[in-house]
């Protein structure tokens, strides 16, 4: 059973990086037609699909975040990362690493779909 967790600074300030990783478990990020994903969710909104890293390491961004977004992965340590810069408090969320079936830009199907539990980002100063 595939099992991803968030990690990363809980707090960030204006105008810095946001770096978030996700460690996996159970499932290799290589093996194909699975995708990687990071989503979010800031308070009182809905899920906002952010990028997706595939298996063969190609990524695909939102076009609101493709400016500031960039997703690497560490195939030897089996997981992938999220970097965000020039954040401003809009950028508060939690934030969700995900795998999805396939290349869907944009939230997965709950059901087609294996979530981590999620970290909570601030940016304040």
């Known amino acids: 059973q595939v099992q991803l967790l968030e990690s990363g600074p809980g707090l960030v300030e204006p105008s810095q990086t946001l770096s978030l990783t996700c460690t996996v478990s159970?499932?290799?990020?290589?093996?194909?037609?699975?995708?990687w994903n990071w989503i979010r969710q800031p308070p009182g909104k809905g899920l906002e699909w952010m990028g997706v890293?595939?298996?063969?390491?190609?990524?695909y961004y939102s076009p609101s975040l493709k400016s500031r977004i960039s997703i690497s992965r560490d195939t030897s340590q089996n997981q992938f990362s999220l970097q965000l810069i020039s954040v401003t408090p809009e950028d508060t969320a939690v934030y969700y690493c995900?795998?999805?079936?396939?290349?869907?830009?944009?939230?997965?199907?709950?059901?087609?779909?294996?979530w981590g539990q999620g970290t909570q980002v601030t940016v304040s100063p």
């Open positions: 890293i595939a298996y063969d390491g190609s990524t």
């Open positions: 159970g499932a290799s990020i290589t093996v194909s037609y699975y995708s």
């Open positions: 995900v795998r999805g079936e396939g290349i869907v830009l944009g939230v997965p199907d709950q059901e087609e779909s294996d």
